[in-house]
């Protein structure tokens, strides 16, 4: 009688595990194909079937170096080169608006909130 219910309980165990595990996949999957696409090359990028992982012939940090220095890459196709430069912005000045109206915010929502908390 025992060791069928510990037989049991094992096996519900071993399905939530796997259950979640594989929600855990199902969630994190496209966060990863972002990334890893982030660091292709062009040319990789419309391959089939596409690269699930980084390889040292198709690794490039062109797009960050592009967003964080305006500069365009050397080795970009074309239509890449004409999509980088006319949308020629720098991505600090977005970063620097978006942190000072977090902080505001946070500075606001802490005065208004603070005293409202202490009297509830």
Known sequence: MINSISGRMRAKKIILILSSVAV????????????VSSFQKETALS???PYFFPSPGIFSTNHYHFLF????PDDSTAMIQAQYTMSGTLVYPSIINSLIIALAVTAINLLVGFPAGHVF
């Open 47 to 49: 391959v089939r079937p």
């Open 24 to 35: 855990l996949i199902y969630i994190l999957a496209p966060i990863y194909w972002v990334v």
């Open 69 to 72: 220095t305006g500069e365009v």
